[in-house]
């Protein structure tokens, strides 16, 4: 044996152990989270919205048995239960659903879970399929439905805002263009081709910012959530967005209750009890304590903006502090949906 040959054999050889160890670091990192922390480790660090659905959770809390045959109508049947429930909301893929049933090779019947990330650059769902998925097979309806190949495994599949209309009605925008990861058997979508493909070359390499990083771990083992940064929490659900009467009541209600603070990053989920949990991020632990008492003030009087009483909708089981984190547990009034209507503004206990 030549001594290049040798050479050769140890640099592979030493290939082979740094890939198996960054695997194992992975497997190390993952064995202890919720799968909604795994999920977000995957998203961008600019991420100003997360939008979470554990569909496998979903399917399992209302009985649906569903796989890659089954019809377009029963996915349809399941998504009403879902949404009767209110654990679809979150969710970029509902209208898109049949259509990507029929063609697409994955759907909110098959997959395990879908993370809808949004940046000021841009924005991408990202997919977790089954262990036992065949992406090839995605890849090959994706190629059958109009997509063109990439030159690389990690690329992004062509489609653009022609080719979906051609595939069938109600495809969102989020499925123009799409990669595939198969080492960690995941599905990306966004309606940005370069956008997606700098997604792709960075996935899991760097982390959300810590205060959005403890909501999502507080979140549990959330089956529905939407996860803010802490600006995008200060605008998205401002009383801004009421009208003036609202607002001048917003602002005395404030007032009455004590003193708020601005969130560092703020989370609201469905949790497999039933029950809705409101993780709010704070400077320090001083913050915290003071908010814990008037943000659940605020969540047990009226709701301007959202109309009558936040009491219509939930009452406040607990609301704790824990360091720098304020927990609100909410129980749901029968046929209320907290989730999908509080998580858009104006929401009075969310201000800043």
């Not at 054999?9 to 194992?24: E, I, K, T, Y």
């Not at 909604?36 to 600019?46: G, I, M, Q, V």
């Amino acid at each position: 044996m030549s001594k290049r040959t040798t050479v050769a054999m140890v640099v592979v050889a030493a290939l082979v152990v740094v890939a198996a160890s960054l695997v194992g670091v992975r497997l190390w990192r993952d064995h202890d989270r919720t799968p909604l922390e795994r999920a977000a480790s995957y998203a961008p660090a600019d991420a100003q919205r997360l939008s979470w659905t554990d569909w496998a959770a979903v399917r399992d809390r209302v009985g649906a048995h569903l796989d890659e045959d089954s019809s377009p109508g029963k996915v349809e049947d399941f998504l009403d239960e879902g949404y009767d429930d209110d654990l679809t909301a979150a969710s970029a893929l509902v209208q898109s659903a049949r259509v990507l049933q029929a063609h697409f090779g994955f759907s909110p019947a098959t997959v395990s879970w879908e993370l809808f990330s949004q940046a000021d650059d841009g924005a991408v769902v990202i997919l977790k399929l089954p262990d036992d998925a065949d992406l090839d097979h995605v890849g090959d309806q994706l190629e059958a439905s109009g997509f063109t190949r990439p030159d690389r495994d990690d690329g992004v599949w062509q489609g653009g805002d022609t080719l979906l209309p051609e595939i069938g009605a109600d495809l969102t925008p989020e499925l123009q263009y799409v990669a595939i990861d198969a080492g960690d058997g995941l599905v990306l979508t966004s309606d940005k081709a370069d956008y997606l493909q700098g997604v792709v070359d960075h996935l899991g390499d760097t982390d959300l910012p810590d205060p959005m990083q403890e909501v999502v771990s507080a979140s549990g083992d959330a089956l529905s959530a939407s996860v803010y940064a802490g600006d995008y929490t200060c605008s998205a659900l401002a009383m801004s967005h009421a009208d003036d009467d609202d607002q001048a009541t917003g602002e005395r209600l404030v007032a009455e209750a004590g003193e708020v603070n601005p969130v560092t990053a703020f989370a609201m989920s469905m949790q497999p009890g039933g029950h809705v949990l409101v993780a709010m991020g704070f400077e320090d632990d001083d913050q915290a304590r003071t908010n814990a008492d008037t943000r659940a003030t605020l969540a047990a009087g009226p709701a301007p903006g959202q109309g009558g009483d936040f009491t219509d909708r939930f009452t406040v089981a607990s609301a704790t502090a824990d360091g720098d984190l304020v927990r609100l547990d909410l129980v749901p009034v029968e046929g209320a949906y907290v989730l999908s209507d509080l998580s858009s503004g104006p929401v009075l206990f969310a201000t800043c």
